[in-house]
């Protein structure tokens, strides 16, 4: 099916044949910066961005759209390399994503879509309020709660800020919305996991180097505090830093200033510091663990997220399972065709505990995804402990019953059915069954799993 008018913004002849197919009339925009005007002179049905335009100049025209009142959808073309900006373009409001453009049919989905008037915005699964640039799901009194604690310290002076929750609740996704309400998306938004990190490594990538500081510094390297410029930096679980990395964070804090690693000159720090963290602070300065002033500067107006088993936020997990559903593109293929979930699965989802929390539920609803075959998940492909199968469990027609199950010829139903669905892509098998690609091969050779004759052996 095709839509009457397209707006196709870039340069790229493939994104000009990936689009030409579905547009009855194809008009071009060189730059981002003109499509206001283009709009305002043409009157599309659709814009499409391809995927040599820049992340920023797309969230800045699809900003620009908005606050003048334009509601065309728009669709952005990324590259697999490029996947990580999925999550900023939906936030700020694209209808949705094509990555590569070779990508055709995911495209005539999205535009069948379209063209039958399913273009309704999310705003159901957003509180009233919620500004546009912000994609933080849900309408409970811990979210409302939540929103109004990052407005009012976006808007404040606060700094640093300190986001606090457990794992999965969001707190990256909090400190994006506190950098987007105070410095738009212009500025840029720098993250680092102190977790991943050796404290050296760590201290070099915070505060950057210069030449012969330690043996492998052939060359001055710029820090990610000095990098973010006026941004904000997100240190992320920053309860895991070394207590010698504490100490001199917490003078960067104090003096606004600090030196490169064997450097001597004072680099003035202007970014806003976001420290987050998913254990109890308090608790970990009276173990000995965190240092008491560092904490004492870090919690001024602490941001605190609800975990999704709080009675305050429950309210939210079939609203947010309803999103995850909705935006999935973790099997383009069956983009749309999933509507929902059966009664018996919703009441499912409200009694698991969610130690994971949103980031376990996106998992699971995913993980559905791929394994439903009707057109509503039901509990047989909800599997919430996809680690172990402690009750009898459906795939797709295989049936372990109680006479016959064996955790190892679940696991085994299991792995090939993720490997037929991912087309036998490892990488993308092991993503959708939560586990490592080495992992995905040693299962593969362990229960001797053979992709039919048929089909072109994919190493990736």
Known sequence: MAVDKILLVGKHFEAQQLVRPFAEHLYAADDAGDVLQQVGILEPDLIVFDAAVPNEAVIQSIQSLRQAAAQTPVIVVRTEAHKHDEQSLRQIGALDIVFGYE??????????????????????YF????????????????????????????????????????????KELAAQAVHLMRHGSDSKFVAVNCAALTANLL???????????????????????????????????????QPDLQAKLLRVLQEKTFRKVGGTEQIECKATIIASSNRNLLKEVE?????????YRLSICPICLSPLRCQTRKEDILLLAEFFIRNSTICPEKTGRIKGLTKLAAETLLRHNWPGNVRELRNVIERAILLEASDRI???????HPEHFDAPQVVEGFTVGLKDFSLEKAEKELVKKALEEAGW????AASLLGITRATLYAKVKQYNIQEPADGALQPV
Do not use: W
Request: with cysteine; charged share 25%.
């Open 287 to 295: 173990a000995g663990k965190f240092r008491q002033d560092l904490y």
């Open 103 to 124: 990508d055709v049919g995911r495209l005539g989905v999205i535009i069948d879509r379209l063209a039958a008037g399913e273009t309704e915005t999310d705003d159901r």
């Open 425 to 428: 892509q490892k990488t993308r």
């Open 203 to 241: 201290e070099s990538e915070l505060f950057g180097h210069v030449k012969g500081a330690f043996t492998s510094a052939d060359k001055d390297k710029i820090g990610l505090l000095e990098l973010a410029g006026s941004g904000t930096i997100f240190l992320d679980e920053i309860s895991e830093m």
């Open 127 to 170: 509180v009233e309020d919620c500004p546009p640039s912000v994609s933080i799901v849900g309408k409970s009194q811990a979210i409302q709660r939540t929103l109004r604690m990052i407005r009012l310290v976006a808007q404040s002076a606060c700094n640093p800020i300190l986001i606090v929750g457990e794992t999965g609740t969001g």
């Open 378 to 384: 039901g509990t047989s492909t909800l599997i919430l």
